[in-house]
């Protein structure tokens, strides 16, 4: 483990520097858990409580909040607290554990595959036919990329994850582990006799942009012809549903347990919260915002924000629940 | 990629042709994506407006829904849009990814292991003590079945699946990527001291019949004692979970992210929608239908379909939210 | 399969035995399945009157409730039925699968790892740089276990599961199939154009307690910086999403499709619904029950149980939820 001094510290952040310490620092903790060696962080006059009793000795401070830094101690002033917390996480970073092979031995890959320079392929991994991987993709131990599928560079793949035929992913993409990419949609019609389920066949695919994040164990079903496409920059945390289909654009956020059924649209800058589930065939338009738990019954208009099941107008939402709490306290 | 002619597509739906094209059609695509190789679907005036402004050549239309064909262009005239494209579809389906090898050398299989005819294995695989694989069932890579496993005839299971002990599994089953059967139900006691939890033992299993399907990354626990039951032809959507020793009638379908606690029977066709949860030791007869986002917290008769959280009839929960509205209006 | 007489079965559970019956058990099973062979269990006045119906030779019955065995028939009067029956299922209890190997030639163990007395790895598992593994641990296949990871004494770790980097577990703890262990928490900040989504390192780990069971499919992220913690003794079941930094104290029981969105802290013995989530940055403090299917948006204190969306005392949702249909009637 590195350490580092102060002044190197600083010199990511660019802050202003009261107090001093000559305590080399070697990772970033929390006030309550942190050692001399660690560096910790005061976006908020709650932490500020906490810092004469944390044995930290450095903290990145925002600068509207005043704070003594006491002996042997120091505080860096910054704009945003949270914003150089990033940058010193990425100071710390250990980064990603290191392949020691290019291509382990253990790896089946089709001879049809095509893979670009620099691509890391653990052990277990199986690569179909005919699927191509960008310069500089890492994709770590039991990974599976079914036929006809291309990667982009720059990409990580996670263990666990599987990308079913015929999948296109940009670069920088992130795929964490467990991760389903292009299962059949769920659709099935009922049977000639009226008694049963015949499946509908899904014979189109998923296309995802450049710089798209995928949680673990979330899925992305394959669309039932054409494409279910997710957009440039998409973030999508864990355990998320994205039903056939569906559309997202650029930069949206899905959180966890978050779910779209199929042929939902999503705008640009769609914020979709924690376990909030939209119908199939709605349209979100561009910088929505969905507050967590909430149900989205039909379109919402550009801009707004709902929220409640089932979901309206976030204002008049809670305006809901206020009446609802004062009529339970009559009842 | 083949191409057909527009009377090679007609044999498959038997429609009647409005307008005639000389262009060939290689897939199906929406009406906004479409070039003139392919052909889409109009199922309701939405979508017949997009028409003139497509470049699809030819379009399945219904046959209530008036339009022009143009020049160089086709329309087919049906009964059901939505029918005649899940034929279509089938007509255009590339199929599945096809493993070269039946059994693939880095398969591990186990001696005692029983495979049929016509199976295969991709690479990877795990194939326990004792299982038994019907014949002309496709193992994708990647796959684990634990001991005394045994799955039926003309079956698929894709990639990162895992198969536990002694699960009963039907003919013609699909199971998507990193679905779990058989993990052990969630039940504990509290230890003796009352400090803490005890695991019960969950030594029951899985039995699974014919036609089912089930979802990426969902989850079937097994039963405490005894079993837990899925009926022929239903169908389970992505991120299902099913708790421990609950029975699922014939052909029924529960939508993304729904759930079922333990002990849950349903009756045949019974559907659940997404993120719909059921509370554990209740009953939905035959017919059931809970609505998208609804906590059922107790037994519903045949056929009634319930809705919201608490659910409770669906029409009387549609009145509960338009009062609430009102009285958030008053707020 | 192995018989046993009633008095073998009873020498296990202390009861007192009422009528007798020649035949041997040598399963437990439901009162309406049950064959001659098989041991029930009748712990409510329901399930008394299947008694009489029922094949079953045996049940072990709370001594509260009256009925008479019938011939060739036995009940064993207990206390509670419910703790006999779990341990007559440890009695009964198959065991799990056993690896013939220890470790499995396809494993890939680096050679930097370290694997205490006992071990048993399953085939295509990989095992990363620096890895320890305590001694009577079971790894079924295809797991992976990233670098630099402790894993302890006599756990067991089912098929699909990856543990990413960085990862300490405790002793005896169980994971299910196809979890993602230490995935990096979702954290994004603004790009500095103000138009896209920076990702923000996530360098922390995801440290596990003693005695701590993870349900299939279940997920839960490393810590931002610093670490995620689940202490000892919690019960975690399936598709469960558990936020980056986020701290769970001992005894905790989340039930499937439950959630914390991040830096959320459960004191000790805190129970939370199916489905139900809470809000990041909140702490449920100890013996806090959260209803299934809540929403928790605030800090809830010791011992309270709340309920609903939004969540609150649950005495309050009671009345809240029975207004509400009174006022969905006059509507």
Known sequence: MKSYTIAEINAVINGVVLGNTSNEINAPEQLEKATIHNISFIGNRKYAKLWSSSKASVAVIDKKIALEPGENRALIQVESADLAMAQILGF??????ILDEEIHPSAVVHISAKLGA?????ANCYIGKNVTIGDGTTIYPNVTVMDDSTIGMGCTIWSGTVIRERTIIGHQCIFHTNVSIGSDGFGFRPSP???GLVKIPQIGNVVIGNGVEIGANSCVDRGKFSSTIIGDGTKIDNLV?????????RSCIMAGHS???????????VIIGGSASIKDHTTLHSGVTVGAGSGVMGD????????????CDSRDML???VALRKLGKGA
């Open 193 to 195: 006799d009226g008694r």
């Open 92 to 97: 710390f970073n250990p980064g990603m554990p």
């Open 319 to 321: 305006k809901q629940w």
């Open 241 to 249: 549903q994205i039903g056939h289909n569906s559309i997202l654009g």
């Open 259 to 269: 779910g779209l059924a199929g042929s939902v649209t999503l705008g640009d800058g």
């Open 118 to 122: 620099n691509v890391h392929l653990g």
């Open 300 to 311: 919402v208009a550009a801009g707004k924000t709902v929220l409640g099941y089932p979901a």
